[in-house]
């Protein structure tokens, strides 16, 4: 019956389309419709629209109206040229160059008077940027946008005119190559039984969901795209990023955001965000959509969001979650589908008119997007004027903020453990906006003394509490204190004893993460500063002859110079104590590459490319060889965002490797192939059972089986080496029967009720590393780590299987918790984070913790290119 309604509803669409076609013929009576493109309505039940349609149909409305125009922003991982439309009127589209102009100079703020700030703001219009796809299983975000375009083109209605003449709409595809192979996917298992199975790999290249994770560091080539069209071109007043998993049964997620806020904002974006809400919330409830909730679930204390770090650069943030059965599968829901807490229905301020059930389509899903869409377009013509002068007001109180109060400045020094990983923090504050400056001459800071060519971050600039967003070391906020401030949630909740968990991490702190030393200024600073474009960090050779070449492996980018020299044929040892040579002394698990088969210049281009000092002298008396390892990195079909990190890490870094995928770890003989076998970070169900049988087509069912649980067995014990990362480690201590337990298996969850003893949501942690192994070589003494959903070893007498562990890295006793929040920690206190054991000829090596973890800690990826070499 309903199905019947919702077609009959599409067929007055149509039919008022006609009656407009006849009134308004000179306007758009060319203008094709996006069902007139496609073959199917948008949304229609069973139907996706692919990227390369969605690209067609906006490169079609460019041809047949003025009012849009396409560009493009870059390539996908995967090669597909990324795409955006802007949609504006036809006096606008004339001159978008000025527009843009204007944004600009209101967002950095230099050499505007108050005064020209207000001008500028009456003459500019509303750049809204709003964007669909990232998360590409959420499908409706991005099937709406072709009928957004369509609509705002062609409707003539006084609303559409309002927002066309007022705003300025970036609408932007996130993830080109998610949307097409999603819309591949679902084409393939419509009408089988399988069509509503998860896609077995990541919509994404290397991050899968992880692609909203990435904003404040820009690893993804889709992150870097966007980042330069947001912040160096348009700088948008209203950022709204689309999602589809809305709390059931709310139809869909409006701000305002849950508790806790990020400290780092200035009041007027978190004003703007509930402005925009409130709107979006009267529009939904005004045209008899049911079931929005706020102020519940999501918050944005994380930075790392795309819908989050537009703040960060003055850009009001939102991003709504809509509800999602499953790609275009409609499904009917009863009030006894419902959670017990929500079938009474009782409205409550942010959640007045709940959703009483029914059907769920994709066309409702898109109706609902674009009711969110509009209503951000409409708040933004309304307000044009207001939130391109707040644009301005923020930028201004900022520089005002911090010419007065700490911090004055964070200062980089050129003497790092890392340098060309701290370049590249500092390049990555470049790409985003961030102004850095290099000091001419000495100066002090806080009473210390730093040479010329320090590199300096003062604070007094627009976008400034954006590093100190992501440098501080913040703790999250204890919310166990101020239950007041729950208010949002409706599930009840035992507010004296729960803490407020975060949607994502705790804690991020990127120098801590990277491995870079800061240090933040809290004097007024007085130095001789120049700007700088971009980092020039030098490498060289040492001037001398005779001897090896030595490379430290203190460096990243050691690793890479490594990967070249060995795909060359050239000859490495690897030092096992530290040494002095060339003048210089060199750590333990310094490289050292014999002279005779590769050449000076090809050293020098690698020292220059990589910036890296590469040393010449006698090599130490003990070294071993090592040899490029045949490195299989384990690829299961439940998805795994960790593995496609871990293969981004292993690109970026030049390491050969070959994805091994079930049916060969079933297959067996692996140690004739591979040296080192990695195993992400997933459960060990995942990886031995895999999808049930029935859920997925039947090539994507199960794991690795009881046959590759042996097969890996075997590898280890005829020599080969096996490296588990964080919650993978649990896979081979089980099934490999290590000596090693985790400490926190039975305090992390509340037993036997009452509050959990231990709770560690994703946060920085201090780490004592043991150097001389030869996993940690290249690694302080003292560092951080991401604490990720980690286990914690300890280590059990000998038990036949596996001899006892050796330490690569603990947790000392001391305090723990650097960034983020951390109940419990006598829990993990001397408690083993990375560990390796021997198994017959072969090795285990447990990293227990985020080492890659969204190829973010660079401080922690030599544990990981070590354990490949061990
Ligand atoms: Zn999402």
């Known amino acids: ?187 393939k298992n419509v ?5 509503t199975a998860p896609m077995p790999y990541l919509y994404n290249r290397y991050a899968g969901h992880d692609d909203n994770r990435d904003s404040y560091i820009n690893n993804l080539i889709e992150t870097q795209n966007i980042t330069r069209l947001l912040n160096g071109v348009w ?129 409702d899903a898109v109706e609902y997007c674009l009711t969110g869409s509009k209503a951000v377009l409409h708040i933004a013509a309304l307000y044009r004027e207001e939130f391109l002068y707040g644009k ?57 003394s730093y040479p010329a060519g320090t590199w300096v971050i003062p604070m007094s600039q627009p976008f400034a509490l954006f590093v100190k967003a992501v440098f501080e070391e913040m703790l999250y906020p204890d919310l166990t204190k101020y239950p007041d401030l729950w208010q949002g949630i409706v599930s009840p909740q035992n507010f004296r004893d729960a803490y407020l968990p975060p949607y994502d991490l705790a804690g991020w702190s990127l120098p801590y993460q990277m491995g870079v030393k800061v240090m933040r200024v809290d004097t007024p600073l007085k130095a001789s500063l120049i700007e700088i474009r971009k980092t020039e ?52 698990g310094t490289f050292i590459v014999r002279s005779s088969n590769i050449g000076r210049e090809f050293m020098a281009g690698l020292a220059k490319d990589l910036s890296l000092e590469i040393g010449v002298g006698d090599p130490p008396a003990s070294a071993s060889r090592i040899k490029s390892p045949r490195i299989a990195l384990y690829k299961a079909w439940r998805a795994s965002a960790d593995e496609g990190w871990t293969r981004w890490i292993l690109e970026q870094y030049e390491f050969p490797y070959i994805n091994v995928e079930n049916a060969e770890m079933r297959a067996g003989s692996l140690r004739n192939k591979y040296d080192v076998l990695v195993i992400p970070a997933m459960s060990a169900d995942a990886i031995v059972s895999g999808y049930a049988p029935g859920t997925m087509p039947p090539q994507y069912v199960g794991g690795i089986g009881d046959a590759g649980v042996l097969n890996i067995e075997t590898f280890v014990r005829e020599g080969g080496t096996l490296v588990a990362l964080n919650s993978g480690c649990q896979f081979a201590i089980e099934k490999l029967s290590l000596p090693a337990g985790d400490a926190l298996r039975g305090v992390r969850s509340a037993q036997g009720g009452g509050a959990p003893e231990f709770i560690c949501p994703g946060s920085v942690l201090r780490l004592a590393f043991n150097p001389k192994h030869p996993v940690a070589y290249g690694m302080p003494e003292r560092g951080a780590g991401m604490f990720n959903n980690s286990p914690a070893f300890q280590f059990y007498p000998d038990s036949g299987a596996g001899k006892g562990g050796e330490i690569i890295a603990s947790y000392p006793d001391d305090t723990l918790l650097i960034s983020g929040y951390l109940k419990g920690e006598k829990f993990l206190r001397k408690k083993v984070a990375a560990a390796s054991f021997m198994l017959d000829k072969g090795k285990v090596v447990l990293l227990g913790f985020g080492v890659q973890n969204r190829a973010q800690p660079y401080g922690t990826f030599k544990l990981l290119f070590n354990a490949l070499f061990y």
Request: hydrophobic residues 40%.
């Open 537 to 588: 960090l030098p490498g060289a050779v040492a001037e001398r002859s005779g001897g090896s070449y030595l490379i430290s492996p203190k460096t990243n980018n050691s690793y890479t110079a490594l990967n070249r020299i060995l795909k060359k044929g050239g000859e490495v040892m690897r030092a096992k104590d530290a040494f002095s040579a060339g003048g210089k002394s060199w750590p333990a």
């Open 392 to 448: 301005y007001k923020m930028g201004k109180d900022i520089v005002a903020r911090f010419a007065k109060e700490p911090p004055y400045a964070w200062i980089i020094p050129r003497e790092q453990w890392d340098g060309p990983t701290a370049a590249l923090l500092i390049e990555r504050m470049l790409m985003q906006g961030i102004k850095v400056f290099q000091a001419e001459k000495a100066f002090l800071a806080d009473g210390v």
């Open 1 to 187: 019956m309903s199905e019947l309604k919702t077609r009959s509803k599409t067929a007055a669409g149509i039919a008022a389309c006609a009656f407009l076609f006849i009134f308004a013929a000179t306007a758009f009576a060319d203008i094709t419709p996006p069902e007139k493109f496609l073959g199917f309505s948008v949304g229609a039940d069973y139907h996706l629209a692919t990227y390369d349609q969605a690209v067609g149909y906006l490169r079609l409305l460019e041809k047949e109206s003025p009012r849009l125009k396409v560009f493009e922003m870059g390539k996908t991982g995967m090669g597909r040229p990324m795409i955006y439309a802007v949609i504006a009127s036809d006096e606008t589209m004339k001159s978008l160059d000025r527009y843009r102009e204007i944004s600009r100079k209101l967002a950095l703020v230099e050499g505007l008077t108050d005064g020209q700030a207000r001008q500028l703001a009456a003459e500019g219009k509303a750049v809204v940027w709003i964007d669909v796809g990232i998360h590409a299983s959420e499908c409706a975000p991005a099937q709406h946008a072709l009928q957004l375009a369509y609509d705002l083109v062609t409707d003539d209605a006084a609303d559409t005119k309002l927002v066309r003449d007022n705003t300025i709409l970036i609408l932007v595809f996130a993830n080109p190559d998610g949307m097409e192979m999603i819309a591949d996917w679902y084409r």
């Open 191 to 195: 009408g089988t039984p399988f069509e």
């Open 235 to 363: 700088s948008p007043v209203v950022l709204y990023d689309h999602h589809q998993t809305a709390p059931f049964p709310a139809r869909i997620w409006i701000p305002p955001a849950a508790e806790p806020t990020n400290p780092n904002l200035h009041p007027l974006f978190i004003r703007g965000k509930n402005l925009i809400g409130s709107a979006m919330g009267y529009a939904f409830d005004r045209e008899g959509k049911d079931g929005a909730i706020s102020r519940f679930q999501f918050d944005f204390i994380y930075p790392g969001y795309e819908d989050s770090f537009g703040d960060f650069f003055h850009i009001i943030s939102i991003m709504t979650e809509t509800a999602l059965y499953s790609y275009a599968t409609p499904r009917f829901y009863t009030i006894r589908d419902f959670p017990e807490d929500y079938r009474d229905l009782t409205p409550s301020v942010f959640y007045p008119s709940p959703w009483k059930g029914g059907w769920w389509r994709l066309r």
